[in-house]
């Protein structure tokens, strides 16, 4: 999946702001990934969430480190998303390597790098981000994709009130809530449903907010005690993190004072489904008598077999597995003959292909 078009910063959600015209008022503040949003629906549980959470915390750290070296050498904003995308599609265990790099640009290259060899690594295997037994898949967009904003200038749904929870969905129909238009879950290699999205939500707090105001956001139809992020009087303040989604792709938003939120999502966590089966069958020939046996190609694993000869006459044939991965069959003659015949052993051979986004 290609990176390179991303054209917003993760963690700089108040240019973005600015762009949109957004209110300049009260400083611009962005603050650390939040633990993941709480009741999950569907078949993610939390703790594959909170890894897949920790993992995109630990990425943006790891962008955050090369802020200074990405203003020195002058590179425009979209290199942060770059890099936190092309980090998520790497194993965790590669962060230290491509932060010990002297400089953003060589961490960008060997960022790209890791993820590309990841993917072919990987290929014909659950591509896992999140839990190795829950088969998590994420998947960077292409761009950003707005798909709420609460501002009256922005043809949404209107400002948060205190209090009340509102629901929104991730579909492609967003301008009725504000969004671009954008298509946030088109084109997925290998299909699969979305489970939870890598979203930036900005709030652009009311002048009567309280200090300590917050925000909520989780699954439709959920609930939660935590906070997304926490805001003052005409603050606009940012914060990226993991946002599960329900069954019918709707979340929920409520805040404790009045303010509008804006929502951008960056990429998506595919929820495990089930993969058929690929499979093969492998043959092994023999025209002399004994044993011939057919073995399956690496990757695979023998789920079953048989034995076929030219001739039954007076021969027996017997299968048996003679491995994990391979399928033997042994030829012996009756009475004392020798007959002149073939004996073939067949091996059907399974893997699960996993996807390859």
Sequence with gaps: ??????????????????????????????????PVSAALAGDIDAASLARAQQKLAHAVQVANYFAASATAEGLNDRWRGEMVNALMQSPERTFDQVQATPNVRDALALAGTLSLTNAKAEAGTAKDLGDTGGDLTYIPLASPCRIVDTRPTSGGTGTLAPGVARNFSFTNSNTSQGGSGCTPFAGYVGGGVPGAAAVNITVIGGATAPAGAFLQAYPGGGSTTTSWLNFGPGQIIANEGVLGISSTYVFTLKASATVDAIVDVFGSFVRPHATALECVTATSTSSFLGIVAASCSAGYTLTGGGCKSSSITDHTYEAFPSSATSFGCGFWPENGQTIGTTLTAYATCCRTPGRTE
Excluded: C, E, F, N
Aim: without cysteine.
């Design 1 to 34: 999946m290609k990176t390179q078009d991303m054209t917003r910063l993760i963690s700089a959600a108040m240019l973005l702001i600015a762009a949109a015209g957004a209110s300049a008022a009260g400083p611009v503040d962005v603050t650390a990934p939040t």
